[in-house]
């Protein structure tokens, strides 16, 4: 079965600092995937996703993230984080059966220290 | 942002009464779901609509009903609440497209349901 797995659960960086969350998936075709941040309080917005083409994908607020087949990974970065990048992000993968329905990881908590 | 708009936006109830969450877009886009979320489960599907009057089951249905007798309005309705669906709900709408690409969801801002 499809899956996601964010191996963090909590990341804590300080503020200006480079960041990675990682992301793995298990999909037996090529995937499409997404990260959303979400804010608290706030429902999730969407970063970026990846459904063919150059693997490494430009996002918005700075972020980027790289498809690696080979490693069924779509890890998120930013080269230097700001404090209100504070929040946490879920990585998701297209689930089969189509509807757009999607796979969610249990998502990763940031949080930026000053 | 996507016109999503969930009401109430905060409920307290009882154990047993009957519940609806209501989301409404604005966006005319095809496709609508209903998520819960938990702390450790991320977001887990409820139901999803794919046109009006098609509905159909995800992972966490059970306890669970929904209904779209229009395009822009999805209903969920817990027809006997327990302790259990205590839970921030998220509705989500996505555009179905034709070119058999999975597009992005766009989230409502979520209504946070205690049920005492």
């Known amino acids: 079965a499809q899956s996601v797995t964010q191996p963090d659960i909590h990341i804590t960086v300080s503020e200006g600092a480079s960041l990675e969350l990682r992301c793995n998936y298990s999909y037996g075709a090529t995937p499409y995937l997404f990260w959303y941040v979400q804010s608290p309080g706030q429902g999730l917005q969407l970063l970026l996703k990846y459904f063919s083409g150059d693997t490494l994908v430009q996002g918005i607020k700075g972020f980027e993230a790289e498809f690696k087949r080979s490693q069924s990974s779509f890890n998120l970065r930013k080269p230097s984080v700001h404090w209100s990048d504070a929040a946490e992000y879920f990585c998701?993968?297209?689930?089969?059966?189509?509807?757009?329905?999607?796979?969610f990881g249990a998502g990763t908590r940031l949080a930026v220290h000053p | 942002d996507a016109g999503i708009t969930q009401s109430p936006r905060h409920k307290v109830t009882e154990t047993g009464t009957p519940v609806t969450l209501r989301c409404h877009q604005t966006?005319?886009?095809?496709?609508m779901y209903w998520y819960r979320q938990d702390p450790g489960h991320g977001l887990r599907l409820i139901h999803y609509?794919?046109?009006?009057?098609?509905?159909d089951k995800g992972e966490v249905s059970d306890g669970y009903s929904v209904s779209r007798s229009k395009t822009e309005d999805f209903l969920l309705t817990l027809e006997s609440a327990t302790s259990s669906q205590t839970s921030v709900y998220f509705c989500a709408i996505s555009d179905g497209g034709g070119n058999n690409v999975n597009q992005p969801q766009h989230f409502g801002d979520g209504t946070r349901l205690s049920i005492l």
């Open positions: 966006e005319n886009h095809r496709y």
């Open positions: 609509s794919y046109g009006v009057k098609d509905t």
């Open positions: 998701a993968v297209g689930a089969p059966g189509g509807y757009n329905k999607l796979i």
